[in-house]
């Protein structure tokens, strides 16, 4: 009998596996058609059915305006680190504002600096643990917008409430907390989001974008990345990636079935204090974020100490992963471990993972 695997990886992450099985039943023969979802045309009838299927159940979800458009793109997160500031600079010359709290922002206003002069609204730290109070924030008012990423996956940093930016457009990267909480799509001129966390394989990156900000593309935007012309055919100027949309529609169904973001958001409330409650009673694990922005999702743990033990986490991670528990090892820029409790990720796995912490505490803690 296979051992059972609980999946704490941070991207691709776990899939539901009622997911994983519908799609396995209906791989060789999708919907009748006699051919798998991967052989169908992405301008047939049968995948047509899949993409508005799709967007209509995240409109469901988040309760998206009718003033957005939904688009399904390539590219990943990184490829909109460029497709932002191409398709949102205002002017020859755009300035952009960036809330840099983690890998993941730095790396989006590094990107976008090529397109634009970047504000940094605060000086980087010495290490992301924490965001400043906005009342230390350097706001540009001539600003196409203002990005952050809502949660550092790597630095588990998480931002929770959306900064107040007047009416300067606000973009966020949701990649890594899309879907566990209920969010106001109207306080957003963008939103992009990787499926490959909590949605879905990777492969396909959801964009929600204001129509009014359409009419801004530069002139120097590449065509698969202009919003534009992928709102105007419905995701499919090229050959959209069809199986991970067909995945993530899948997983859309799931969400709604386990009743919705409501449901979402109070199970990764429960998964995270069932870990983070377990680090603040003990002296052998170290939580080394502000606990005003400790990630829900991704939750870095230090053993020992603030400092560390990378041979005690080594055989951590060793030891776990001989026990079913995989991906925890933290990044490698940063080292530690790293616990992703995404959306398929169960209360029991996570209970799993309490328990294995408890027990290795007992035979390693002085």
């Keep these: 009998m296979?051992?059972?695997i609980s999946c704490f990886n941070p991207g691709p992450a776990k899939i539901p596996a009622s997911v994983l099985k519908k799609a396995q039943d209906e791989f060789l023969n999708f919907r009748g058609t006699g051919m798998s979802v991967v052989e169908i045309s992405h301008r047939s009838k049968d995948f047509a059915k899949v993409n508005s299927e799709c967007e209509e159940r995240l409109r469901k979800i988040l309760d998206i305006p009718s003033n957005y458009k939904v688009l399904f793109m390539q590219g990943g997160g990184t490829g909109q680190f460029a497709a932002l500031p191409l398709n949102l600079g205002r002017g020859e010359n755009p300035t952009f504002d960036y809330i840099v709290s983690g890998t993941w922002s730095v790396k989006a206003a590094k990107e976008a600096e090529k397109y634009g002069k970047v504000n940094y609204v605060f000086p980087k730290p010495a290490k992301f643990t924490t965001v400043p109070?906005?009342?230390t924030w350097t706001l540009d008012s001539n600003a196409s917008y203002v990005y952050y990423c809502a949660n550092e996956t790597v630095h588990g940093v998480e931002m929770v409430n959306p900064p107040d930016t007047g009416s300067v457009p606000l973009v966020c990267d949701m990649s890594s907390n899309f879907l566990t909480r209920k969010v106001d799509v109207s306080k957003y001129g963008a939103i992009v989001a990787g499926a490959q966390k909590n949605f879905g394989a990777p492969g396909v990156t959801v964009v929600i974008v204001r129509d009014d900000l359409l009419d801004l593309t530069s002139p120097k935007c590449p065509i698969v990345l202009d919003y534009k012309t992928t709102a105007a055919n419905s995701s499919c100027y090229n050959t959209p990636p069809t199986f991970c949309i067909y995945m993530i529609n899948l997983v859309f169904e799931w969400i709604q079935e386990q009743g919705g973001l409501e449901a979402m958001e109070q199970n990764s409330s429960v998964k995270s204090r069932i870990i983070y409650n377990l680090i603040d009673q003990s002296d052998f694990y170290w939580s080394p974020v502000d606990p005003l922005y400790r990630s829900r999702v991704n939750i870095p743990i230090l053993l020992g100490s603030l400092e560390g033990n990378k041979d005690l986490e080594a055989l951590f991670v060793e030891r776990a992963t001989a026990a079913g528990l995989i991906g925890l090892k933290g990044h490698r820029s940063v080292g530690g471990l790293r616990a992703s409790l995404y959306n398929?990720?169960?209360?029991e796995d996570?209970?799993?993972?309490?328990?294995?912490?408890?027990?290795?505490q007992k035979e390693h803690s002085k």
């Design 344 to 347: 398929a990720v169960t209360v």
């Design 133 to 135: 109070s906005q009342d």
């Design 350 to 360: 996570t209970e799993r993972l309490a328990k294995f912490m408890t027990d290795f």
């Design 2 to 4: 296979a051992q059972h």
